[in-house]
């Protein structure tokens, strides 16, 4: 069957309004996340201050991992994330009321505060959305959803960026508007989605909330990619340096910043839309590991680059490599869970991806704070392809994957 012929993910009912929360939740959180980097800098001029920022955002997910699988897969799913959503727009607000009237000037630790507040939504808005994913699409099209679903989440990245940079330049409080504004549409929606998965009817113990780690433990396909993820983008993600990099290194301004978030996913968003119409069929275990060392080598030549031309296209590069990974990991998560683990299982999932995010931004401050911008961005990069090194030795059942099915 070719392409053309192929089933569609488009027609299933509801699939089209996921699609378009999963642009609302991910287009307001970078927006979000251009307004705080560049006000942070702003107010401190401080590196490590920039990763702090992540730390407080992944913290609260660590806390509360086990907790929000649970709450995913006890109750209506769709609640749960629109919930979140709602919180977020609030915490928006605040921030846009903070930085429009001089009484609450938005200082060091009023974002800080924010930055703790909206990792503990993202806790519970990221598995929901995972969970829901597979009761919307027949399992032979999963695979296909997945990349689709990447897509999304890569439009909002490539748009909202460089929206909120252009934002910023009208006053920080133009960006929260935004944030606070797509937050709640993108809630609406979702409650208008079918039902995302049958709640279950375990009691929330501490042995329930341990089950996902353990299916993951058991799981050695599923532990190699997950934990793969982890440590090459944990230790090759320079995102919290881009401010230092937009002023300092390429000269440039807030619209310049965006630019350069938006780049790696306009490079994962033309990697996303093919996948979705040609699915990884066969190799999937090496196509992984090849893809995290491209993603390795594009972070050296971001890290060594003065040209925003080039930087920009290691940056396409860069993004494009690690979508491909993004979607070997969420399929094979999906198709090796039970529907009763979803919840949990993604939880650990989201975990693991705000690690390699979040807790990646404080260690590239700490990093550069110790080390400068420039070297801790190179040695991210050497670090990336220790760890390819490293995890084909270690997990020969994922480099040995083929298909997913």
């Known amino acids: 069957m070719t392409p053309a012929q192929a089933p569609s993910v488009w027609r299933c009912p509801g699939f089209t309004r996921f699609w378009l929360v999963r642009v609302g939740l991910s287009g307001g959180y970078q927006v979000l996340g251009v307004a705080i980097g560049w006000q942070m800098y702003a107010i401190t001029g401080s590196a490590f201050d920039l990763g702090l920022v992540g730390l407080l955002q992944f913290v609260p997910r660590a806390v509360l991992v086990l907790v929000a699988g649970s709450v995913v897969d006890r109750y209506e799913r769709r609640h749960v994330v629109a919930a979140s959503l709602a919180c977020q727009a609030l915490l928006a607000a605040l921030l846009m009321a903070a930085s429009l009237h001089w009484w609450l000037q938005p200082g060091?630790?009023?974002?800080?505060?924010?930055?703790?507040?909206?990792?503990?939504?993202?806790?519970?808005?990221?598995?929901?959305?995972?969970?829901?994913?597979?009761?919307?699409?027949?399992?032979?099209?999963?695979?296909?959803?997945?990349?689709?679903v990447a897509s999304a989440t890569q439009t909002a990245t490539v748009i909202a960026p460089a929206l909120g940079g252009l934002l910023y330049?009208?006053?920080?409080?133009?960006?929260?508007?935004l944030t606070c504004g797509v937050e709640l549409c993108a809630a609406a929606l979702l409650l208008s989605l079918p039902r995302g998965g049958r709640a279950s009817a375990t009691r929330i113990t501490w042995q329930s909330m341990l089950e996902g780690v353990h299916h993951i433990r058991a799981q050695r396909v599923l532990l190699g990619a997950i934990s793969l993820d982890l440590f090459a983008v944990l230790l090759g993600g320079a995102t919290a340096l881009l401010p230092i990099y937009a002023r300092d290194i390429l000269h440039t301004g807030p619209w310049g910043l965006g630019l350069l978030r938006a780049a790696p996913a306009g490079g994962a968003l033309l990697t996303a839309a093919w996948l979705a119409r040609h699915p990884i069929e066969r190799h999937a275990g090496r196509l992984m590991f090849g893809a995290v060392a491209v993603?390795?080598?594009?972070?050296?030549?971001?890290?060594?680059?003065?040209?925003?031309?080039?930087?920009?296209?290691?940056?396409?590069?860069?993004g494009g490599a690690d979508v491909i990974s993004v979607v070997i990991r969420g399929t094979l998560v999906q198709l090796q869970t039970p529907e009763a683990l979803r919840g949990r299982v993604n939880a650990v999932n989201s975990l693991f991806i705000g690690a390699s995010n979040q807790l990646g931004e404080f260690?590239?401050?700490?990093?550069?704070?110790?080390?400068?911008?420039?070297?801790?961005?190179?040695?991210?990069?050497?670090?990336?392809?220790?760890?390819?090194?490293?995890?084909?030795?270690?997990?020969?059942?994922?480099?040995?994957?083929?298909?997913?099915?």
């Open 295 to 318: 993603f390795g080598a594009a972070t050296l030549v971001f890290g060594a680059s003065r040209s925003m031309p080039l930087s920009l296209s290691a940056l396409v590069v860069l």
């Open 108 to 148: 060091r630790g009023l974002i800080l505060a924010t930055s703790l507040a909206v990792g503990a939504c993202r806790a519970f808005d990221m598995p929901g959305m995972q969970a829901m994913l597979p009761s919307l699409v027949p399992a032979g099209l999963l695979a296909r959803a997945v990349a689709a």
């Open 169 to 177: 330049a009208l006053g920080a409080a133009a960006s929260y508007g």
């Open 363 to 405: 260690e590239s401050g700490l990093t550069a704070a110790w080390f400068g911008t420039v070297p801790a961005v190179l040695l991210g990069g050497v670090g990336t392809l220790a760890i390819v090194w490293l995890w084909r030795r270690r997990f020969p059942e994922l480099a040995a994957q083929d298909g997913l099915a």
